[in-house]
């Protein structure tokens, strides 16, 4: 039929291949085959059954997102769909991989739904800050009820074949999708099934449209954490016209609203940072064909915060792991406090039951750094000083065996000097998790000077298999994601010198939309653990070390810039705490003034812009969706904001660059005078995405 798709004829079975390598994308070709093969199967006499299926490795996986912006190819999907499901002669689906987005729409467009056992089911739109456009929204609540109906639209979670099964949205599990698919389809015309169009049938959407309450209370959990997101509202609605609204009146506004948001701020930023996320895992500067090494065994040295959670990374990937600590005491205290975290996870329904067990039992708590002797790859998570971690990585070059991966989880220290302590610099570089590990999806991978691209590689490797997300960045004090936090911690603590309290700051960063300001997010982390890394580099912080010398360490003592009473982890604004800083700025000759929520987002914000267009220049990051990658995963960037180099591109960097030197002359703070690329790009009027491009093409 076409070079995409494919129809071979079993008898009276017609087999609709779609072959579209990598992943069978419904580009224009595609759905142009699959409409036309589906016509012409229905048209055709000696055709009784219908199977749709796909070669490699997925089933139609989605859209192809490549088109969205260009002028729509006919057949649109919604032709496609409705090709489909008016077919007189029953279409089976015969799903493995996945089906996703559009790819899912295609399939409930059929009459019937196989799937095989290791298939994942899902309308992932939400996550490009969309909504689904060709029916989804309308026909998967009918056909596994509305309750995981809209938490399945506006999560965007997909979910696997058992659970397909069990809800209705499969009809049976199979072994392989083309031969089961076929199977199926003869069971169908020997039993003489009744096609089922879910658009005609309204069975399970019954009791919801008497008690709307079952509905309002789904849609309600579903979007619990969805704060300043368009698209899971909207999804929501689009769902709940399921109830009221007719079948093809509801198609064409949930059209109207995909195209509204399509051509929308927010999804703009959510297909941007869907992109970068692509483009961080790939490295320059590697040779081609270099290949990651064997890593079976892993160690992780240090029970503590960090170290705890890097091994429930790799627990909750089903992957065995050595945790090493220097004595029972420690290590007893880590293990408690993951299994503590593990059933607190099951208790809420995030993991199985049985789940803590069997993820406690891949991981074997030991005290001695020999135990690292049969690793592939040892990854170091102790305290953040320098004389520590030399310590410690002089002794692995003792205990590591040849060919292991020695990896430092510093969140700012020099790996070129950790590597230069050992006999093997080749096989060092950083694996920075973000806290806490086990949640947090971020791991910036360091590359040292002497770093082999193997060992690159491989660390790239494994932090996509333990479900992170890598970007691999340069050494310099604080990479990448740190190094942008210290120019807005620096510009925060000359806030509160200034004339602002910690809870003012805080209240302008969440506004914005990040999880959490810097005061707060300093005293979860814990405030000991910078002052520690402050003496450590000969760092002073008047009002931050003033607050833990006063044993003010944050939420482990109740008290750090907020007050937390009862257990509660709720921040309450502290008068100490106001009385503190001004005593501090009376002690230094500093006179306080009134400071603006404007002013207080543009010292947030603006200055890591620049330091950011810095760690481009000096190519600590490759690209600037690199660091956008890194903020969205690590520090909770909110996404319809794209990342800080993206939102830099929005606002205009012109705008910034004035707005940074404005604030260098009125405070006399030269660190926030516009950084030279910045300034550069911002007299040409062009952008970091522009620049970006550029620099590419010459490459």
Same mark, same amino acid.
């Given at each position: ?51 749709? +299926? ?15 912006? $260009? ?23 015969? /799903? ?19 799937? +095989? $056992? ?84 309204? @069975?399970? /959407? ?17 979007? =619990? ?78 029970? *503590? ?13 089903? /992957? ?14 880590? &293990? ?21 067990? =069997? ?5 074997? *708590?030991?005290? *001695? &750094? ?62 920075? !998790? ?84 810097? !005061? ?63 005593? +501090? ?44 990658? /890194? ?22 960097? $012109? ?15 030269? @660190? ?11 007299? =040409? ?15």
């Amino acid at each position: 039929m076409s070079e995409v798709v494919r129809v071979e004829r079993h008898d009276v079975i017609a087999i609709v291949t779609v072959d579209s390598p990598p992943v069978n994308a419904l580009s224009a070709a595609v759905r142009g085959g699959i409409y036309d093969a589906v016509r012409a199967a229905g048209a055709d006499p000696q055709v009784q059954a219908i199977v749709l +299926t796909c070669a490699g490795r997925t089933f139609i996986a989605g859209a192809d997102i490549t088109e969205f912006g $260009k002028p729509p190819k006919q057949p649109f999907l919604g032709e496609v769909i409705a090709a489909i499901e008016n077919c007189p002669k029953p279409v089976i689906a015969a /799903i493995h991989g996945t089906a996703l987005g559009g790819g899912l729409e295609v399939a409930l467009g059929c009459h019937f739904r196989v799937a +095989t $056992k290791d298939a994942r089911l899902g309308l992932p739109e939400v996550k490009l800050g969309l909504i689904p456009g060709a029916g989804g929204t309308q026909r998967l609540p009918r056909a596994v009820g509305p309750e995981l109906g809209v938490k399945m639209v506006v999560t965007g979670d997909p979910i696997g074949a058992a659970e397909a099964l069990k809800h209705g949205l499969i009809e049976e599990v199979i072994e392989g999708p083309a031969s089961g698919g076929e199977a199926f389809a003869r069971k169908v015309l020997a039993e003489k099934r009744p096609v089922r169009r879910l658009r005609d049938d309204d @069975s399970k /959407i019954a009791a919801a449209r008497a008690d709307r309450s079952i509905f309002t209370n789904a849609a309600a959990a579903a979007n =619990k954490r969805n704060r300043g997101l368009e698209a899971p509202l909207a999804c929501a609605e689009a769902v709940s016209w399921i109830f009221d609204v007719p079948f093809d009146e509801a198609l064409k506004r949930e059209r109207e609203t995909f195209l509204r948001l399509v051509a929308g701020d927010q999804s703009r930023a959510q297909r941007h940072a869907f992109f970068a996320e692509r483009e961080a895992a790939k490295i320059d500067g590697v040779p081609e064909g270099a290949r990651p090494r064997k890593v079976e065994r892993v160690a992780i040295i240090g029970a *503590g915060t960090m170290g705890g959670g890097i091994a429930m990374s790799f627990a909750n990937a089903g /992957i065995p792991v050595t945790l090493i600590e220097t004595g029972e005491e420690q290590l007893k205290r880590g &293990l408690g406090i993951m299994q503590k975290n593990y059933e607190a996870t099951a208790a809420r329904g995030g993991i199985p039951a049985d789940a803590p067990a =069997k993820r406690m039992a891949l991981i074997n *708590g030991v005290v *001695g &750094l020999e135990h690292v002797k049969d690793a592939d790859l040892v990854i170091e998570a102790v305290f953040e000083t320098m004389e520590i971690k030399k310590e410690v990585f002089t002794k692995l070059d003792q205990y590591a065996k040849p060919g292991a991966v020695l990896a430092s989880n510093t969140s700012y220290l020099n790996i070129n000097d950790i590597a230069a302590i050992t006999r093997r610099p080749q096989d060092v570089l950083g694996m920075h !998790f973000f806290s806490p590990a086990n949640v947090m999806k971020l791991c910036e991978i360091v590359r040292a000077a002497k770093t082999a691209p193997d060992v690159l590689v491989t660390a790239v490797a494994t932090a996509k298999r333990i479900a992170k997300v890598p970007a691999v960045v340069g050494v310099c004090d604080g990479f990448v994601g740190n190094r942008m936090l210290a120019a807005r911690s620096k510009q925060a603590e000359k806030l509160l010198f200034e004339g602002a309290l910690p809870q003012q700051v805080d209240a302008v960063v969440t506004k914005f939309g990040l999880p959490m300001g810097p !005061f707060a997010m300093g005293d979860l982390a814990g405030l000991d653990i910078g002052w520690r890394s402050r003496k450590d580099r000969g760092i002073k912080s008047e009002i931050a070390d003033a607050l833990c010398e006063a044993g003010r360490f944050g939420q482990k003592t109740a008290k750090g810039y907020y007050k937390y009473e009862g257990g509660s982890r709720a921040p309450l604004p502290d008068p100490e705490v106001e009385k503190l800083i001004e005593e +501090t700025c009376a002690r230094l000759g500093i006179q306080r003034r009134a400071i603006s929520d404007d002013e207080i987002l543009e010292r947030m914000v603006y200055p890591m812009i620049n330091e950011g267009a810095r760690i481009l220049a000096e190519k600590i990051a490759a690209r600037p969706g690199d660091i956008d990658v /890194i903020w969205l995963y690590g520090y909770g960037w909110p996404v319809y904001r794209g990342g800080p180099m993206y939102y830099a591109d929005q606002v205009g960097l $012109k705008h910034i660059a004035e707005r940074l030197a404005f604030h260098a002359k009125q405070t006399g703070d030269a @660190s926030l005078e516009p950084a030279p690329l910045l300034k550069e790009l911002a007299e =040409k009027g062009e952008t970091f995405a522009g620049w970006a491009k550029a620099a590419a093409q010459a490459a």
